[in-house]
């Protein structure tokens, strides 16, 4: 199983980070790809290196974007990135989005009659009109999973390793995750 992070400058660290970490800890190969150069300095100042350009990026099973601003923005501001979200959903890869990144798959037009969250505020000017919005903190709909922000990263990555048919409790025990506790 392989994964694409997907990063612009201004994206969201402990996002990334967490749900990156999470996914390879479980055993999914996960890429760093970078929209604009390999180093990309996130909304609070952290520059990584990415492992890959997003001219580079070869085939994945799934995407995940990262929020943060502008991070979210730039990503979704981007038609490569747009018709990519495009091509995964019509391929029925996975496609999963945190804080304000399911914005841009509104943008991408994928959300029509999906389930999804997002952070509060990201849901303004009819973003979502066209989805089923929850505030749940990790939606899944089919092979599309959002999550609300920072603060859900681990529940976030906790959900895709589940549905990815991967041992989520093994994962939550080994680093003593313990949901509502």
């Known amino acids: 199983m392989k994964f694409a992070c997907l990063l612009a400058n201004g994206f969201e660290e402990t996002e990334a980070i967490t749900v990156i970490d999470c996914l390879r800890r479980a055993g999914v190969s996960v890429d760093l790809v970078s929209i604009h150069e390999k180093s990309v300095t996130g909304s609070h100042n ?3 290196v990415a492992d890959k350009l997003f ?3 070869g085939n994945y099973d799934g995407l995940f974007l990262p929020g943060g601003q502008p991070g979210s923005t730039h990503l979704g501001n981007d038609e490569r990135v747009l018709e990519l979200v495009r091509n995964y959903v019509n391929q029925d890869k996975w496609v999963s989005a945190i804080c304000a990144a399911p914005t ?3 943008k991408a037009g994928v959300i029509k009659g999906k389930h999804l969250t997002s952070y509060p505020t990201s849901n303004v000017n009819g973003v979502f009109d066209e989805a089923i919005y929850h505030e749940d903190l990790v939606v899944v709909d089919g092979k ?3 999550s ?4 859900t990263a ?10 990815l048919g ?5 994962l939550a025990k080994s680093i003593l995750f313990q949901e509502g506790k």
């Open 104 to 106: 841009v798959l509104s």
């Open 144 to 146: 599309l999973v959002t």
């Open 154 to 163: 681990l529940h976030l990555g906790i959900k895709l390793v589940e549905v």
């Open 166 to 170: 991967l041992d989520s409790d093994k």
């Open 148 to 151: 609300r922000s920072m603060g």
């Open 55 to 57: 001219e580079d990026m």
């Open 46 to 48: 952290i520059t990584v």
